[in-house]
């Protein structure tokens, strides 16, 4: 095998030898490319499999933990929830329609091949600076019509709501943006399906849309920077049918009702090649595969191609014997293919025939257990050290009055409202989104088998990430969590999608090492376990990596979904509390970033015991019907939180917040929540048993808004919050 061609399939020397090892002789072109697609860093987890281990992923409501294609804990009556996030972010800079759109298929189909009917989706999203009239500025501008387009196109038309997410925007992403997908689906809990084949003689079926030359290298291309020469490589990016994938779903859900199957599995990332390896290995089986039964949609295809085509809509199954036909019926039914390519069998390798020759042969176990687990050097970044003395305290005290900070940072494309992304959503299909978009904190759904309500939080600060990898990757946890809890559900576990920069840097070593140990520490003591994830890495151009990006989704239930807490003001004359210690924390927060356009400063601790301590707080007083809403402080602080619940709820207030810094109404400390009380000396009761430091900031009311030396009108901040963002996005000033 000459050196350019195993340099192109992005295998280093090392490795090679592993491969001459593992196989006893020279790979063929076939068998490299499914070395170097299993191998690659997308598909192995070469770089981060060291520092993943050690996560908590155990509690007597998990039922499947990370290792198969989707979480699964269990939510009451005989139901549980399957779910998972998942990264699609270089196809999605690369062509952000199709990017994003795929990047929904993939996420949708690791659920429902679970077992699970998908019923919701989430986004969480990153993009560059869309302020300015530079090419740059632009583009982003283009990625974020696009990648919401390709959202709404794909989960509109497969029937599914999405019901929340979150975005965020910083020119550290200018090179790289990143759109994470999140779905969660709802089945009996005796109905999961796993990725298994298994059973000498048991055929092989490959069921769904036909194999193109789309996608073709995309888990080699998404384990690899940007740089001039691959930013435009569309070849690789799949294109999606999502009406396909609607038949794909039903026909699946239809097949899981009879017992015709051993296992099922999506191919995603490496297609044919992962699916039929990850299905053998987890069983320690092998398999014979007869390429030339794959059904193409394009002449002349090659073993190559159809192993490592990622061409979307297509699943793996290993049925039982005998029941081939019974499952070509109800494919048939669907409109789509279903073809027997092989069979399992006893031999512990992978055998790949075309037109009855053996064009490949591979052996399953050492093909993964070999896979390299890279003990990459790790360094702290030394912007660390410049940044940490930077505090607010420290700095020069700016002579910006708060009312014009507060301007300025409403006016921030953080803060305004985002009605321009989330209406391309229907979040409504299914008639169970109980909170959706815009109703601000988690999204909730209603589960009618059993009368439950499932909240799901999305949260990453990646300023604070960047100020301090751990403490940030544990705030994500922490935060996700605490919306969670403020919508009255009982956060149970979290789902994860580790985006960092290139690996090849220690510096960026350093961040996600520290990340996965914030992650650790944060499920730990708050009992939230890992059940699945994602490590998306290389999201670097030109050598500039983006800020640390863990983000988080928190999977919580409320066992009376009438008992949901809302998020926003809902009546006049409530009155409304600050729960939680204001510590004057301003590292990573927004308002340096606007006032003083810095992302400097020093994190403390998270106290978890106090961030527990409010989850409960606000979970049983809204049990007993104490609270009217409640809100996670977010980004801005709570300023902010207070003026977004205004705009939302169409009346104001007027806030008065005890402060030890002027400034402290726009702190981001951690830990806090504005709440509104209807039995405020009950409440007092339960604050007392809790533990928790609290004021009373006033009550809601009126047409104006204002906190301490504060002030706007509603209408005048209405909008701002409504109207400005999409005329940044439209280039209307």
């Known amino acids: 095998m000459d050196k350019e061609t195993i340099k192109a399939h992005k295998i280093s020397d090392e490795e090679y030898s592993k491969i001459l090892e593992i196989l006893g002789r020279e790979p063929n072109l076939l068998e490299l490319g499914v070395f170097s697609a299993m191998w690659s860093e997308h598909c192995s987890y070469k770089s981060s499999k060291k520092y993943l281990n050690g996560f908590p992923t155990k509690a007597p409501w998990v039922i499947q933990g990370p290792g198969e294609n989707a979480g699964v804990i269990d939510i009451g009556g005989g139901m549980v929830a399957v779910f998972k996030m998942e990264s699609h972010n270089h196809p999605s800079y690369i062509e952000p329609f199709q990017g994003a759109a795929t990047g929904v298929g993939g996420i949708l189909r690791d659920v429902f091949t679970m077992g699970a009917r998908v019923e919701a989706n989430m986004n969480s999203l990153r993009f560059g600076d869309i302020k300015g009239n530079e090419a740059v500025n632009r583009y982003q501008r283009y990625l974020v019509k696009g990648v919401s387009g390709g959202i709404s196109h794909y989960g509109n038309c497969m029937g599914i709501p999405t019901i929340g997410g979150e975005i965020s925007f910083d020119s550290g992403f ?6 994470n997908a999140f779905a969660l689906g709802i089945c009996k809990k005796d109905e999961i399906f796993y990725g298994r084949a298994e059973g000498i003689g048991n055929p092989v079926i490959y069921v769904g849309s036909k194999t193109g030359r789309d996608g073709l290298g995309g888990a080699v291309m998404a384990s690899d920077s940007f740089n001039e020469e691959n930013k435009s490589l569309r070849p690789t990016v799949q294109v999606g ?26 191919m995603g990332a490496a297609g044919l090649t992962s699916s039929s390896f990850e299905m053998s290995g987890r069983s320690g089986s092998g398999m014979k595969m007869y390429l030339d039964k794959v059904p193409m949609r394009e002449e002349g ?14 699943m793996l199954i290993c049925a039982k014997k005998g029941c081939e036909d019974k499952i070509k019926e109800i494919f048939a039914k669907w409109d789509l293919d279903a073809e027997v390519i092989g069979e399992v069998t006893s031999s512990g390798k992978m055998e790949l025939f075309w037109h009855n020759e053996l064009v490949g042969e591979i052996p399953i176990d050492p093909l993964s257990e070999a896979a390299p687990v890279l003990d990459r050097p790790t360094k702290k970044p030394a912007y660390l050290d410049e940044i940490k003395l930077d505090n607010l305290q420290c700095a ?25 992304v989330y209406d391309q959503y229907d979040a409504n299909i299914g008639t169970n989104t109980i909170k959706q978009p815009g109703h601000l904190g988690a999204s909730v759904m209603r589960v009618k088998e059993n009368n439950c309500a499932i909240a799901m939080g999305m949260e990453c600060n990646t300023r604070m990430n960047f100020v301090n990898p751990k403490i940030g990757a544990a705030l994500a946890v922490a935060s996700s969590g605490r919306k ?36 650790k520490e944060a ?52 009155a409304v509390y600050l729960v939680g210690d204001t510590k004057g924390i301003f590292a990573g927060s927004l308002y340096r970033k606007v006032v003083e356009d810095k992302i400097t400063g020093t994190l403390v601790e998270v106290d978890y015991k106090k961030e527990r301590a409010l989850w409960d707080l606000v979970i049983s007083a809204n049990k007993d019907g104490l609270l009217e809403f409640a809100n996670s402080v977010g980004i801005g602080g709570v300023a902010m939180t207070l003026a977004k619940m205004s705009c939302n709820a169409g009346f104001g207030g007027e806030f008065k917040m005890l402060c030890d810094d002027s400034r402290d109404i726009f702190d981001e400390s951690y830990s806090r929540a504005i709440i509104g009380v209807k039995d405020e000396a009950k409440f007092k009761e339960y604050l007392h048993k809790f533990g928790l430091v609290w004021q009373r900031l006033g009550e809601t009311g009126g047409n104006k808004f204002s906190i301490n030396e504060v002030s706007m009108s509603l209408d005048d901040m209405k909008d701002i ?6 005329k940044i996005i439209k280039d209307e000033k």
Request: aromatic residues 10%.
């Open 174 to 179: 200018n090179g790289n943006i990143l759109v």
């Open 241 to 266: 049918d999502p009406f396909a994938e609607k038949l794909l779903m039903e026909a699946c859900l239809e097949l899981f009702k009879h017992d015709y199957i051993i296992g099922i599995q999506d």
């Open 301 to 314: 295809m090659t073993p190559y191609e159809l192993m490592l085509s990622e061409s979307q809509e297509r």
């Open 396 to 420: 020069t005290i700016n002579t910006m009055k708060n009312q014009e900070a507060f301007e300025r940072i409403l006016k921030d494309e953080h803060i305004l409202n985002k009605s321009f």
């Open 484 to 519: 969670v809890a403020m919508s009255g559900a009982t956060p149970l576990a979290i789902t994860d999608c580790l985006n960092y920069g290139n690996p090849e840097n220690p510096e960026v070593m350093w961040q996600f090492a520290q990340g996965c140990e914030g992650i």
């Open 523 to 574: 499920c730990k003591e708050l009992n939230t376990p890992v059940v699945s994830g994602n490590v998306s890495l290389y999201n670097d151009t030109d050598g500039v990596s983006i800020q640390p990006t863990p983000a988080i989704v928190s999977v919580g239930v409320n066992e009376d979904y009438t008992k949901t807490l809302p998020s926003v003001f809902q009546n006049e004359n409530t």
């Open 721 to 726: 919050y409504f109207n400005d963002f999409v």
